[in-house]
């Protein structure tokens, strides 16, 4: 396994809702798909652990941070348009 | 009685600590309910939201959250500290606590899907609860839609914190940018929405002068002072609000006379000026309105009583030898802590500023007269809305010292005519003596005559006057001119021919 290509995630949500579980679901299949297998997910609840948002500076949820491999990244909504996600991720250049 | 209002429910307010926004809103801030402060870019909008969680920490022993948007807590903590506020203290003393949503510098965000603000409402409800909150201000909410692309998501949540800051009981502010003075109350036409309350804060540009006001838009079922009130920001205390019309007409008047200094006017008075009262002495330029002022101040000082003077057209060491000129001497007088002469150059500071600071002095002198010599010195840097605010205020503290107020007004030509002086203060003030030259026969002579004196009979007579080393001396009414008000005297002595 190659760890420069280890991407460490960090996902933010509000609480376990219907919309929370279907963001969870959207971006683990988007990671199965393109890299699977090679990530670590961290799931943080905010309603739970709020220091934490105030520390990291997330204001929507859910808020994706991509923390490696580098630069560092935000996405925010439910993972809807894929592209999108893989475009802030930085597996799609462009 | 009009101030009870019977079956009207009332909603609790909370005093914010501001000076004289208290007074205008009728006693502070709806509690636990959102007011949007409103304001154009330098308009001390956030100014507004500092003070109000440093008064609450202040007076009332209120813990505050500040939520910004916008500037970065260290800037906030920095740009405070001059006016006396230290955030880092209160932070520690668990006071105070930034929930900081400030934008991450060069960090751009990518938008996939729907999302919602339900972490920034987490963090404040975490944040209200551990330091358990009263107040609570964000800043601004221009900055919050400027982080996110969809403005109806942002709308939304601002909403539900807002519904959440009331179910937790905490009053707080959210301020809006606008992008002009009058016009729509914030740039994304929602703001007022968000909230039951909207005040406004402005920050005109009135014939090359800023002037600040705020006003009370919207105060949902509840009372309040309309129409904008002037205020200033203070080193050392922040935002001043000047309210007018929030002041009571609670001022006793005393029918105890007191001396004008000069006999033979007390005589013309009635016997003297009402200790509770305001004069008003107008003229051209030479009639001799220092030398009133001059003889008043002697009078207040013979009888043991504490003179403050104002000097806005002359210097101490002038007015210290005019006296002197007249027999009075200023030295003693001030040595014996009975006189304050203040001199100051109306240009050296905002109308406002030196309401701030006359009201300061006064507080602490404590006199039992005050001159202001020449208040019509004032108008040259207002204009004339902020001149009018200011007598009207300042006649309005005097009065409500419940002391002897004698101002005097310059008239802009020499024969007569009245000063803008004049048209704002005529209906405050208890007596008006008007001093007038008068040319007849190719002389000039001076004229005074007193032309109101509310409760009192007085001498209607236009008494010719001179001037001489012991000060004023009245003398025969001038019979037979006519005019001499107008500034145009007449002779009117038909019968009479020219020797």
């Not at chain 2, 109000?52 to 260290?74: K, M």
């Not at chain 2, 807002?162 to 009981?169: D, G, I, P």
């Not at chain 2, 105060?219 to 009130?229: A, D, I, L, N």
Request: with cysteine.
């Amino acid at each position: 396994m190659d760890l420069a290509t280890q991407y460490l995630l960090k996902l933010f949500v509000a609480g376990r809702s219907a919309r929370t579980e279907q963001a969870i679901a959207n971006l683990r299949g988007l990671c199965e798909g393109e890299f699977p297998g090679n990530y670590e997910l961290v799931i943080i609840d905010v309603l739970l652990q709020p220091a934490i948002a105030e520390a990291m500076k997330i204001l929507a949820t859910p808020t994706l941070i991509k923390e490696g491999p580098l630069p560092v990244r935000r996405i925010i909504g439910d993972f809807s348009d894929k592209e999108k996600v893989l475009a802030g991720i930085g597996l799609l250049a462009r | 009685m009009f101030t009870h209002i019977p079956n009207y429910p009332q909603i609790e307010k909370i005093e914010t600590g501001i000076l004289g926004f208290d007074l205008i809103s009728s006693g502070g801030l709806p509690k636990g309910r959102t007011t949007l402060v409103s304001g154009t870019a330098g308009s001390a909008k956030t100014l507004f939201a500092v003070q109000f969680l440093a008064e609450g920490i202040l007076r009332s022993g209120d813990t505050g959250v500040f939520v910004t948007f916008e500037e970065e807590p260290a800037d906030i903590r920095r740009n405070v500290k001059s006016l006396g506020w230290d955030i880092e203290t209160w932070e520690a003393a668990g006071k105070w606590l930034f929930v900081d949503a400030s934008p991450e510098p060069g960090e751009d965000q990518v938008e996939s899907g729907r999302y919602d603000l339900g972490a920034l409402l987490a963090r404040i409800e975490h944040a209200v609860a551990r330091i358990g909150a009263a107040r609570l201000s964000m800043d601004s909410l221009g900055a919050i839609f400027a982080q996110f692309r969809d403005a109806a998501i942002v709308r939304s949540e601002l909403f539900r914190i807002a519904y959440v800051l009331r179910q937790l009981k905490v009053t707080s502010i959210m301020t809006s940018e606008r992008t002009q003075e009058y016009g729509e109350i914030g740039r994304f036409g929602v703001e007022e929405f968000v909230a039951d309350n909207v005040v406004i804060l402005r920050n005109v540009l009135e014939d090359e002068k800023r002037r600040r006001t705020m006003e009370i838009l919207k105060y949902r079922g509840t009372s309040h002072q309309k129409g904008e009130f002037p205020f200033t920001i203070v080193s050392g205390r922040g935002i001043l609000a000047m309210p007018l019309s929030a002041m009571e007409l609670n001022q006793k008047s005393s029918n105890v006379r007191i001396s004008s200094g000069n006999d033979e006017l007390d005589a013309m008075c009635g016997g003297g000026f009402f200790r509770d009262s305001i004069i008003l002495a107008s003229g051209a330029t030479g009639t001799g309105k220092t030398l009133i002022t001059t003889e008043f101040l002697n009078g207040g000082a013979k009888h043991g009583e504490r003179c403050l003077l104002f000097a806005f057209e002359e210097s101490r060491e002038q007015l210290f030898r005019n006296a002197e000129g007249w027999g009075i001497d200023f030295e003693t007088m001030e040595a014996s802590g009975l006189l304050k002469v203040v001199c100051a150059y109306p240009e050296a500071a905002s109308l406002e500023d030196h309401l701030i600071e006359m009201k300061d002095i006064i507080e602490n002198f404590k006199p039992d007269r005050i001159a202001v010599d020449s208040l019509s010195a004032m108008e040259r840097v207002a204009t004339p809305r902020g001149f009018r605010e200011f007598v009207i205020s300042l006649t309005s503290f005097i009065k409500h010292q419940e002391v002897a107020g004698l101002f005097t007004s310059t008239t802009p030509t020499l024969m007569g005519g009245v000063s803008v002086t004049e048209t704002h203060i005529s209906t405050l003030t208890d007596s008006i003596i008007l001093l007038r030259y008068v040319e007849t026969n190719g002389s000039m002579r001076r004229g005074l005559t007193v032309l109101k004196m509310r409760g009192s009979i007085h001498d209607k007579d236009i008494l010719e006057f001179t001037i001489d080393s012991s000060g004023m001396h009245l003398g025969a009414p001038f019979l037979h001119v006519t005019g001499i008000l107008a500034g145009n005297p007449r002779d009117a002595s038909f019968g009479s021919h020219i020797e």
